[in-house]
């Protein structure tokens, strides 16, 4: 008697199960929404390695953002140190963003930084690495920050952070190089995990409706 009722039981639970799992999903907005501004600017993002990362990653951020939301009015904008060269300040203040802002006409801007960092099992490693290109892995951590023109104030923010295996690393000074001559190849993994984390606020996403 009691197998039968457990048999029972199973059936009724595989059943509720199945009943919930057909219901219909429905589009829940971005928690975020850019649409809303009358005009982005997107500073071109920095870095602390040197070659083509940071233009690499900034336009690889465009792409996704407006696929996510295709209404959103975004403008290119020069690298952060030359933009702030041009209205004498050394820092991203709140002073220098209303200035940008007027300069350029936008209502919000975006910067970002990303930073990557050789991993080593000790610091007797980094003397060992030579000028020529090597495999390593580097913990790579990006920050991008919303800043609201009108004040200054920072009104959005997000940070991702991922470990690869990297090739054709090199080192000179303490500073990172990376070879490779493929943009896409050496980067594209790191890039695309790392957007992928930072820009989940801009994406619509789905939901199924149980009964």
Known sequence: MIRKNNRKLIVFV?????????????????????????????????????????DFITEEFLKVVTEYQKETRIIGIEQEKVLLE?????????????????????????????ELFPVYQSRSLIRKVSAMGVKT???????????????????????GKVRRLMENVSFFNGTMYFNAANTKSAYGDIVDSLLDKVTRDFKATYRRMYK
């Open 14 to 54: 595989l059943m509720l199960l199945l009943l919930t799992a057909c219901g219909p999903k429905v589009q829940v907005p971005p928690v975020f929404d850019l649409t809303r501004f009358e005009g982005i600017g997107l500073v071109t993002f920095r870095s602390n390695v040197k070659g083509k990362l940071q």
């Open 86 to 114: 041009s209205i004498n300040s050394d820092m991203m203040n709140p002073k220098a963003v209303k200035e940008i802002g007027k300069k350029y006409r936008v209502e919000t801007l975006i910067t970002g930084n990303i």
């Open 137 to 159: 892995y580097v913990i790579a951590r990006l920050t991008v920050k919303l800043f609201e023109t009108k004040n200054g104030s920072i009104i959005w923010v997000s940070t």
